[in-house]
Every structure is written in structure tokens, then in C-alpha cells.
């Protein structure tokens, strides 16, 4: 049985408020031509708001079944808070409690 490969792809460099990044959108188009060379379908974003980061993902879930090879790769800021990582797709401010 062949496993599909599913990639969904971010590439986000412009940032409002914060320094523009300048290869984040290069960065995620140089990994959908690799991953589509490996024979992942990808689906790829640039400069999305987390409003419609959050739809895509949500699309993507949707179309991902049961033994799908799934990859999703983000180029774009992001932090460290409390021994955690995150993406960071807007500006954010930290209040320390």
C-alpha cells in the first residue's frame, strides 16, 4: 500500500511592528520544490495572518487520513516562554505575572 505524503507548508517574513525577515518566504518554497521531489504533495502559504494560518491548518487536518505521511514546516519568527517554544505569526507583547 502507498502512503500518501502531505506537506503543508509556512513561509512568513513580514511582520508588522517587528524587523522583516528576508528569506523566510525563499525558505519555504526552496522546501516545497525538495519535498516535492521526495513525492510530497505540498500545499504552502506566505505571509498568512494567524486567522488564516489557523484555516489552513484546519483545511490540512482535513485531508489527512490514517497511515498519510504528514509534514508541516514553518519559516518565520519565533520565541521561547516558560521552557516552551512557539511559532510567532503577529506581534505579541509578554506581561510577566
Not at 519555504?28 to 488564516?52: E, I, S
Not at 490540512?60 to 516562554?81: Q, R, V, W
Not at 517554544?85 to 505579541?92: D, V
Request: a negative charge.
Amino acid at each position: 500500500m502507498n502512503r500518501r505524503r502531505l506537506a503543508l507548508i509556512f513561509g512568513n517574513e513580514d511582520y508588522s511592528g517587528t524587523a522583516k525577515l528576508k528569506s523566510c518566504v525563499k525558505d519555504a518554497d526552496d522546501m516545497a520544490a525538495a519535498l516535492t521531489n521526495l513525492g510530497f504533495q505540498c500545499t504552502k502559504y506566505h505571509n498568512l495572518n494567524k486567522r488564516a494560518m489557523d484555516i489552513a491548518m484546519r483545511d490540512f487536518c482535513t485531508k489527512i487520513a490514517d497511515n498519510d505521511c504528514i509534514l508541516i514546516y514553518f519559516s518565520g519568527h519565533g520565541m521561547e516562554a516558560y521552557e516552551s517554544a512557539f511559532l510567532q505569526k503577529e506581534p505579541i507583547t509578554i506581561i510577566e505575572p
